[in-house]
């Protein structure tokens, strides 16, 4: 209790002011004459004006929540997004998959891509079947296109494939109508060429070039590509 007395002592200036301002304050705003009105609006002002970079600040800071919120969520839903385009491509080529081996003689084995290129001398993907599916080596590789390869390394659930494009890949293929075969390769990106023609085979743009099934690997007719450019 002493010091409590000697604390009220130390600081009993400040006590009395601030009783007698909060005395006035009470005084001043129980009064109703024209002059007390006045210095209430002017208090009102101050206090507002000293007021307005406190709000501004809160403000800004719940802007910036909200801004951050909204950045996280366009996150959200561009990564939705994302994922419903994924499964709808992968809706549609299963579809197209579905639909080539519905209208297909042979018997087709679905696969899926699960790395592309392990070595850098040969143009590969490898696929998620293997020997415990059935595979073999030298087995034909479609898509509902035509002919990307054939299996080079098969696994107990994986296999290696040797892409179309590769530069040591060969194939026997057919035109039609003519019928003229010849020795396919690739060139450059999606473009290949056909060799060792016969000169007199009529050729157009546009023709047809399927599998010759002269290939073990290859039955005939498997769909290859079309032709763009004749060349001399």
């Given at each position: 209790m002493r010091s409590f007395y000697l604390t009220l002592l130390k600081y009993k200036d400040h006590l009395l002011f601030f009783l007698a301002v909060s005395l006035s304050l009470v005084f001043l705003l129980r009064n109703e004459s024209p002059d007390i009105y006045l210095i209430r609006g002017k208090s009102i002002d101050f206090f507002s004006f000293i007021n307005s970079p406190?709000?501004?600040?809160?403000?800004?800071?719940?802007?910036?929540?909200?801004?951050?919120?909204?950045?996280?969520?366009?996150i959200q839903l561009r990564l939705q997004l994302e994922s419903m385009l994924a499964a709808y491509e992968e809706n549609n080529s299963l579809k197209d998959l579905l639909d080539y081996s519905r209208e297909s003689s042979y018997e087709l084995l679905p696969a899926k891509v699960i790395n592309m290129g392990i070595s850098s001398n040969i143009s590969s993907i490898t696929?998620?079947?293997?020997?415990?599916?059935?595979?073999?080596?030298?087995?034909?590789?479609?898509?509902?296109?035509?002919?990307?390869?054939?299996?080079?390394?098969?696994?107990?659930?994986?296999?290696?494939?040797?892409?179309?494009?590769?530069?040591?890949?060969r194939l026997s293929v057919r035109i039609y109508p003519s019928s003229a075969t010849g020795i396919l390769r690739h060139l450059i990106n999606d473009i290949y060429e056909i060799r060792e023609l016969q000169k007199n085979a009529q050729i157009n743009v546009g023709d047809k070039v399927v599998t010759s099934g002269y290939s073990k690997i290859y039955p005939e007719n498997l769909p290859v590509g079309k032709v763009i450019e004749i060349l001399d």
């Open positions: 406190l709000a501004w600040v809160k403000n800004m800071t719940q802007l910036q929540k909200e801004t951050e919120l909204l950045r996280e969520k366009n696929l998620n079947v293997g020997q415990k599916d059935g595979v073999t080596i030298n087995q034909a590789v479609l898509v509902p296109s035509g002919v990307i390869g054939k299996t080079l390394i098969v696994g107990e659930s994986s296999t290696l494939v040797q892409c179309i494009n590769d530069n040591n890949y």
